[in-house]
């Protein structure tokens, strides 16, 4: 089996998660005893100096820290690694230069469960950074050919305040759950076959009972892809 590197604490409740679906995965990849569970190392550093430089739009700033933790990861032994966060992926290209450690990109294994349930046009639900930006929306489109439908500004700015204000300290509302869902409720009205969730926390938030369209979240998908690799190479 492979080592999975997680570059976490972006935020912790969200890398929580990721730490239960990957060996949960793994487990059943493996079957067996059903006691099975991940080889990894974990890594992360403070999440507020991370969002100090998004707000600051230094995402420099925001690359090397990233970087430091992925060089962490590969010096303990890690064959591959994964974010565990949508946004951070805005500097992709700033951390790849400074690591030679594979990894899989958040958006591909969302957008590949799009592809392979057949949606075409998909609702996308994320940070300012992530909905504000290119790097995610034009990978969906250009790579995997979705047309990607994004909610009105005024609940783009409901959305942020949520996940900095609640979602990234563990706190999870029932009236931010119902906002979610009348966000959700209009990328349907729009003609969204489904809504990606592209932040990690927002999966911790909303569920299926709270959509009226079938959801697609980043982290699940991405939890499952790294345990795939790992186990399947």
Not at 122 to 148: A, H, I, P, Q, W
Request: charged fraction near 20%; aromatic fraction near 8%.
């Amino acid at each position: 089996m492979k080592t999975i590197g997680i570059v976490g604490g972006l935020a912790w409740p969200s890398t929580a998660e990721y730490y239960r679906l990957i060996n949960q995965e793994v487990s059943r990849l493996m079957g067996g005893s059903g006691r099975h569970c991940a080889k990894l190392v974990l890594a992360q550093t403070d999440f507020d100096a991370v969002e100090r430089a998004q707000a600051a739009d230094d995402w420099d700033a925001v690359a090397a820290l990233i970087a430091e933790q992925v060089n962490i990861l590969k010096a303990a032994g890690a064959d591959f690694y994964i974010i565990a966060c949508n946004t951070v992926h805005k500097a992709m290209p700033r951390i790849e230069a400074a690591s030679d450690l594979p990894y899989i990109h958040i958006a591909d294994p969302a957008a590949q469960a799009c592809v392979d349930a057949g949606y075409k046009t998909v609702g996308l639900m994320g940070s300012g950074y992530t909905m504000g930006s290119t790097y995610f929306t034009g990978r969906l489109e250009n790579k995997y050919g979705l047309s990607v439908l994004l909610p009105d500004e005024a609940q783009r700015e409901f959305m942020q305040r949520a996940l900095y204000g609640e979602l990234v300290k563990g706190v999870f509302l029932s009236e931010t759950r119902a906002g979610f869902s009348a966000v959700i409720d209009g990328l349907a009205r729009r003609g969204a076959q489904a809504v990606i969730l592209g932040c990690t926390e927002f999966g911790l938030l909303v569920g299926r009972a709270d959509s009226a369209l079938p959801l697609i979240d980043t982290a699940r998908e991405h939890a499952k892809a790294a345990a795939i690799m790992a186990v399947k190479g």
